[in-house]
């Protein structure tokens, strides 16, 4: 059972804080994205990895970073919050070969509050 | 870019019935089409999906519709059930890593 898990669901910072959003799977999967998730919006592709230490940008990266060091793990990092960063971000992974290849499966998400 | 757009935003229906979301894309290369639920609070998680070589899948009381030409695909609920309640997002597939581009959402209600 592929198993996506996220550092905090819950999160609350003051603007101009930096903040870091931890992603880690246990499936071994080469694929790992971002997203945010605002009513009415959807799910909006911040970055995304397809292997270590690669990213490509998405629709909307601007005022995020990301790093990948380990095949595992994808970090999403707000160097600087902004208020207009409040939202829930989701994290997801997809294997590139095998029967599921292109499936995406998610984290829970981190509800962040930026104050 | 691909442009994914979905209908209705909202859709009520009364138990027994069923639903149909539908969603166009833009991009003539995306291939893969999955359709995820999301349940107030829970996770996206994939119900169905359709690759651009078959016209129609069906998984028990859901179906996915895809016509290529017209470049619209469509998510089908027969003999809805409350628990259908949820979140439904269609999304597109292209990109090296596959990345997908998602629809807006179309919250269904399923009225006992």
């Known amino acids: 059972d592929v198993k996506v898990t996220q550092s905090s669901r819950y999160l609350v910072k003051r603007t101009g804080e930096k903040v870091f959003l931890e992603c880690v799977q246990d499936?071994?999967?080469?694929?790992m994205f971002w997203y945010r998730q605002d009513p009415g919006l959807g799910l909006r592709l911040i970055y995304f990895?397809?292997?270590?230490?690669?990213?490509e940008k998405g629709d909307i990266p601007e005022g995020y970073s990301v790093s990948r060091e380990k095949k595992e793990r994808f970090s999403l990092i707000l160097e600087s919050a902004s208020t207009n960063q409040t939202s829930m971000y989701l994290c997801?992974?997809?294997?590139?070969?095998?029967?599921?290849?292109?499936?995406?499966?998610f984290g829970p998400g981190t509800r962040l509050t930026v104050l | 870019g691909e442009n994914v757009e979905q209908h209705p935003s909202t859709l009520s229906v009364q138990e027994g019935d069923s639903a149909v979301i539908k969603c166009t894309y833009s991009?003539?290369?995306?291939?893969?089409f999955p359709w995820y639920k999301q349940e107030l609070g829970k996770r996206p998680q994939l119900i169905i999906d359709?690759?651009?070589?078959?016209g129609e899948k069906k998984d028990q009381r859901i179906a996915v519709t895809l016509n290529k030409t017209a470049k619209h695909f469509s998510l089908h609920i027969t003999e809805t059930q409350p628990e259908d309640s949820a979140v439904y997002f269609c999304?597109?597939?292209?990109?090296?890593?596959?990345?997908?581009?998602f629809g807006s959402g179309t919250q269904l209600t399923v009225l006992p």
């Open positions: 991009d003539s290369a995306s291939n893969y």
């Open positions: 997801a992974s997809s294997p590139t070969s095998g029967g599921n290849t292109d499936t995406q499966y």
């Open positions: 990895s397809y292997d270590v230490k690669m990213k």
């Open positions: 499936m071994d999967h080469e694929n």
């Open positions: 999304a597109a597939s292209s990109g090296s890593a596959r990345q997908l581009t």
């Open positions: 359709i690759r651009s070589n078959v």
